[in-house]
């Protein structure tokens, strides 16, 4: 029996911060051996909102140097870019037509950013979750790793594949394979610096809410002394009176690798005065590792170069596979 397949993918809007990594890319890092994984730099995804183009192409290779850097390696990977590969776009059209449109309205981060950009809401942002589905069904994917917010896009996805195979299929031999989310641990939700009670975010306009892995030693000093704390005496975990105090500490906890039992221990009686500097001197210190080996790669553009074309390549077999597998099932003819 071969590995299982896993395919996650992040987008090129803005920096990767702590949220992203604890969230998501450390964990890939830390399961990537046991799975064929296929981690896509969704670029296709980042222009769903305005954006800007001047941008977008070093934002995306920013973000393959990123998962480089934070220990993806490319034994048991691939790593690419989404745009590369037009069996992506392709596929999302063949879906569109079979997705009802009530499924995309009722999406919850769809109706969350709609709100958000008010009379400017493009086409695209509606289709995100089937541009989504499109990245997951190409690579017959067993899992996806994503945080908690993103299951109801793995749900959709499903529901699309239950339907080409139903509409298309016959059941011995399905079309496309159903994927099943493998969710982090609640304990790797990052929250933001300024309110513990919501996520840290690229999209929250304040830079002071979010440390983003490429911040300087002294950005992270200054985000961690302004960051919102209480005027209780000594630190708790899963006090929901104290959200900002659970997710300093979960912070440290993350980035230490101590355990919760440790760091309640450690850190029970400080005040915030002792706090913050010992959380800084972490973050710093976990960091450095992942911003040295980012630089040396950015610095290196043929390597990063070669190391898309070969994920590229290898993909771009699979998922061209599967595209022609739904084409073919849905009744096209073949190109001359
Ligand atoms: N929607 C995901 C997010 O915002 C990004 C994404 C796009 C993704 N395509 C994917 C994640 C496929 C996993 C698999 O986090």
């Known amino acids: 029996m071969g590995k299982q397949r896993v395919l996650s993918g992040v987008q090129p809007t803005g920096n990767l911060h702590l949220g992203n990594y604890l969230g998501a890319i450390r964990n890939w890092v830390d399961r990537q051996h046991e799975y064929e994984n296929y981690f896509c730099v969704v670029d296709l995804h980042a222009i769903t909102v305005p954006h800007d183009p001047t941008t977008l192409a070093n934002d995306t290779y920013a973000i393959a140097a990123l998962y480089l850097a934070c220990g993806i390696e490319l034994d048991d990977s691939h790593i690419f870019i989404q745009s590369h590969i037009s069996a992506h776009s392709e596929l999302t059209w063949l879906l569109n037509c079979i997705t009802p449109v009530n499924w995309l309205q009722g999406m919850i981060q769809f109706k969350e950013k709609a709100v958000k950009q008010g009379e400017n809401v493009g086409t695209g942002l509606l289709d995100y979750p089937v541009l989504m589905a499109a990245d997951i069904l190409l690579y017959d994917a067993d899992k996806v790793p994503v945080g908690e917010d993103q299951k109801q896009h793995i749900e959709l996805t499903r529901d699309i594949a239950i339907r080409i195979n139903h509409q298309f299929g016959n059941p011995d031999s399905p079309i496309l394979k159903l994927p099943d989310p493998l969710i982090q641990k609640s304990g790797a939700r990052v929250m933001s610096l300024t309110d513990g009670t919501s996520k840290m975010s690229k999209s929250d306009p304040s830079e002071m809410s979010r440390i983003n892995l490429l911040d300087p030693p002294d950005a992270i000093a ?115």
């Open 222 to 336: 200054k985000k961690i002394k302004r960051c919102k704390t209480d005027p209780v005496r000594g630190l708790e975990f899963d006090n929901p009176d104290r959200p900002e105090c659970h997710n300093l500490l979960t912070l440290y906890q993350l980035l230490s690798g101590k355990t919760k039992e440790a760091v309640q221990s450690e850190c029970g009686d400080m005040g915030w005065g002792q706090f913050k500097p010992l959380l800084t001197e972490t973050a710093i210190a976990a960091l450095k590792p992942i911003q040295d080996k980012y630089n040396d790669i950015q610095s290196d553009r043929a390597y990063l170069e070669s190391v898309l074309r070969q994920g590229r390549e290898n993909a771009e077999a699979i998922a061209n596979a599967t595209l022609d597998r739904v084409k073919s099932a849905m009744g096209f003819s073949k190109p001359l």
